[in-house]
């Protein structure tokens, strides 16, 4: 993986270094924000009529904050990481990282106060008025040009299996941000997309999956095949089950869309090809996740010693059952139930925290070590992070499994006279349970961000305080 | 031979891992085909509503049980085919048509509290849904709404067809205060629209947009100077609160359905 120079590469990891602490402070942030929402739902009061505050507006926050903030910068400090590793080079432009990680922080910035103000596109992730849009095509761009010409710089023979992955999800998410975010502005506040109907609900969905498809899993699944074989100590399970994986996901990914448009205006082929390619998407995502978790295969013992290798294998247990939950949803018949519910909502979250996040939190606390070259303040607390995730993480897809399915069958039930059995505002009351369990859950996973970033604080003063006492052992 | 010259899978394999650029232009090609095959034909194909200059809607045609075609300004509102020809005497039933200035106005307002989050407008063809909510969405009902406004979530019921449902006052104390009408609502307290005046510049800026539109534009003969600059007085004295109440009062009574006809096909 890491070629064996003669003199050590001198990298670039100060900007990797700033990406990591924003990633752990955005966790914090974002997840809170979406239990607050969450509690909206369960005690409307929370909405304390204030209109910044409300639901409509703050919830887009929640999602661009987790997604974009969080999100973003575990991949871009993962990224950075793996693409000097893997390629036995500093990066092709130090500077133009620095543009990189100010620019994607001002965008975030931008977000935190325009989204409560109410500034919004009106498309689900992907509601940043327009000129934050231009923002974020520009800082992207300069992120795809540094990433691109990094590996074209490489000192190894061969791309990492990660730096692919990677590179798909650079191409795709240009594709997808320019072509959704065409719109006519009418001013600083309002624009509207050139589309219409038909056409904009396809593209927001081709725009709203692959978001997940290539950002929130591609992106994540370079994280996976570089720090599962890295904290574990062992080789990729498959290198030719590695290359299917790739080719299979980034082409196939890019048709799922059409499912979250089945039985709507959408022509009825578009969706049905939608979810035939989602069925078929099984195969690349159980190939994948096996890939990942078989390279534990003679290490397994590890698990009950490395609390940060829990991390990174449960997670790639709740990517197997996501991308299994996905598939079975995008089946018509069950995606006649499961539409408009909360089921969407669960499904979304056991990948969003079970995958993404759990996969994001082992990659962090590999990467503190090494970057700031020392142990956990207290690798304790980090067992704890585990078990409090896995709790928080369960209790909250679980709420919205079942309250989900119970919302869909409410709705579709007839009484014995033929007529509906329920009004609407009866599935309201029948979740408010739900909510206030989901809301629970979301609080205790939430909880273990402010453990993982008191222990990250902590073991960074720890560092430098052995650095200042020890400079010549701490440059080794 | 050294490990680095050996070839684990196909010789193209290898040839892509090595070369960035190779790499870069495989994946460029990969990702854009499935885009290309679901939308691309959206822009051309019957029944996805591309009604732009051309009043068959790209061939468009429903047909009732006896399989004769319903004509498509039956449909879409078409000024110069319908007995009512402007948008005063527009009346439900006459077709598709664009928004009127203060509707505009509420629909800009929906957006930015991001009702869309919790409401869905798109009725899908189950028996539910139609005993729910009405008649299931077609295409043609949103081929004026730029930034389209389905949604993906019912944490409040579907609104495709809520115009006319409640009354102007129903409505009126029900965003205000949603929980004095309903007690089990978990919808917040928009009672802050009364407050504040519609934003005429805003709403006179948006219809010129509609008009600019590359695809399904608001047709100048219907969004017409006249038109647009008689929209301030239409919005004097009006608030956010009935803008956003006009909106919801124009949902779903626009196109007159026909018994048996299949408007999916």
């Known amino acids: 993986m890491e070629a064996t120079n003669a003199t050590p590469v001198k990298y670039d990891m100060d900007v990797v270094r700033w990406f990591t602490i924003a990633a752990i402070i955005f966790g914090v942030v974002g997840t809170f924000i979406g239990v607050y929402v969450a509690s909206e739902l369960a005690w409307p009061f929370l909405n304390f009529d204030i209109p910044e505050i409300t639901f409509g507006r703050l919830r887009p926050l929640h999602t661009n904050a987790v997604i974009f903030a ?14 000097q590793r893997t390629g036995a080079t500093k990066l092709w432009s130090n500077k133009l990282a620095w543009f990189h990680f100010w620019g994607w922080q001002a965008i975030i910035i931008c977000a935190v106060i325009t989204l409560p103000m109410g500034m919004s596109q009106g498309k689900e ?36 299996v990660s730096n692919w992955f990677t590179m798909g999800m650079i191409v795709m ?3 997808l941000h320019v072509v959704n975010s065409l719109a006519i502005p009418v001013d600083w506040a309002t624009s509207y997309s050139i589309y219409s109907g038909v056409q904009d609900a396809m593209i927001q969905w081709w725009w709203g999956h692959n978001a997940v498809g290539f950002y929130l899993t591609g992106g994540f699944l370079g994280i996976m095949y570089y720090f599962i074989p890295k904290q574990s100590g062992r080789p990729v399970f498959s290198y030719r089950l590695s290359v299917l994986h790739f080719w299979t996901l980034t082409f196939g990914y890019v048709w799922l869309g059409a499912h979250h448009l089945q039985y709507t205006a959408l022509p009825d082929w578009t969706g049905s090809l939608g979810a035939a390619i989602s069925l078929a998407m099984i195969i690349p995502s159980w190939g994948g996740a096996m890939n990942g978790m078989m390279t534990l295969s003679g290490a397994w013992d590890k698990l ?64 503190v070590k090494k970057l700031w070259n020392t142990e956990m303040y207290s690798d304790r607390l980090v067992n704890v992070h585990f078990w409090i995730a896995l709790i928080g993480a369960t209790t909250y897809v679980v709420a919205m ?51 993982m970033l008191f222990n990250v604080v902590m073991t960074v003063r720890q ?3 052995s650095r200042s006492a020890n400079p010549v052992a701490a440059r080794a | 031979m050294s490990d680095h010259d050996h070839i684990y899978s196909t010789k193209f394999q290898d040839k892509v891992e090595r070369s960035t650029l190779l790499m870069f232009i495989m994946t460029a090609l990969t990702v854009a085909v499935g885009g290309i095959v679901e939308i691309v034909p959206l822009f051309y194909l019957p029944n996805t509503a591309m009604c732009q200059n051309d009043p068959t809607c790209n061939g468009t045609s429903h047909k009732d049980l006896q399989g004769n075609a319903i004509p498509m300004d039956k449909i879409v509102w078409n000024p110069a085919t319908s007995a009512h020809k402007t948008m005063e005497d527009w009346m439900p039933g006459d077709g598709v048509r664009p928004y009127k200035p203060l509707e505009l106005a509420g629909r800009e307002v929906y957006i930015r509290e991001g009702c869309f989050l919790c409401h869905s407008q798109m009725i899908r063809p189950f028996r539910d849904e139609k005993d729910r909510y009405g008649h299931y969405s077609i295409a043609e009902e949103s081929m004026y709404d730029h930034t389209y406004q389905w949604g993906s979530k019912r944490t409040g019921p579907d609104l495709a067809r809520v115009g006319g449902k409640y009354s102007d006052e ?25 407050k504040a005046p519609v ?22 003969t219907i969004y017409s100077a006249e038109y647009i600059a008689a929209a301030p007085e239409a919005l004097k004295g009006k608030t956010e609160l009935d803008a956003v109440i006009a909106f919801l009062q124009s949902l779903g009574n626009e196109v007159k359905f026909e018994e048996g006809v299949n408007y999916r096909d």
Do not use: C
């Not at chain 2, 949603?178 to 007690?183: A, E, S, T």
């Open chain 1, 70 to 83: 969080f999100g973003g910068n575990v991949l871009f400090a993962t990224g950075y990481y793996i693409v």
């Open chain 1, 125 to 160: 992730y992907a509601e940043l008025p327009w000129w934050v849009d231009i923002m974020i095509a520009v800082v992207w761009l300069s992120y795809g040009l540094n990433y691109v010409m990094t590996n074209a710089i490489r000192k190894t023979s061969h791309m990492y």
């Open chain 1, 173 to 175: 998410i240009t594709y």
């Open chain 1, 304 to 367: 009950r010693t490395d609390y940060i290798l829990r991390f990174l294998v449960t997670a790639m247990a709740f990517y197997a059952m996501s991308t299994f939950d996905g598939p079975v949803m995008a089946i018509k018949s069950v995606n006649a139930l499961s539409h408009y519910t909360d089921w969407t909502v669960g499904h979304v979250h056991a990948g969003a925290l079970g995958w993404m996040s759990m996969i994001s939190f082992g990659a962090l606390y590999h990467m």
């Open chain 1, 401 to 451: 499994w079942v309250s989900g399915i119970m919302q869909g069958l409410m709705w579709r039930d007839y009484d014995e006279y033929g007529t509906l059995t329920y009004t609407f505002v009866e599935s309201v009351s029948a979740m408010h349970p739900y909510y206030v369990m989901r809301a629970v859950g979301g609080a205790i996973f939430n909880l273990g961000t402010w453990i």
């Open chain 1, 463 to 465: 560092a430098s305080a």
């Open chain 2, 170 to 194: 129903w409505h009126r104390k029900h965003l205000k205060y949603p929980r004095d009408v309903v007690p089990e609502s978990v919808m917040p307290n928009f009672f802050f629209l009364e």
């Open chain 2, 199 to 220: 934003d005429v510049t805003k709403t006179v800026k948006t219809m010129e947009v509609m008009t600019k539109m590359p695809f399904n534009p608001v047709p100048k």
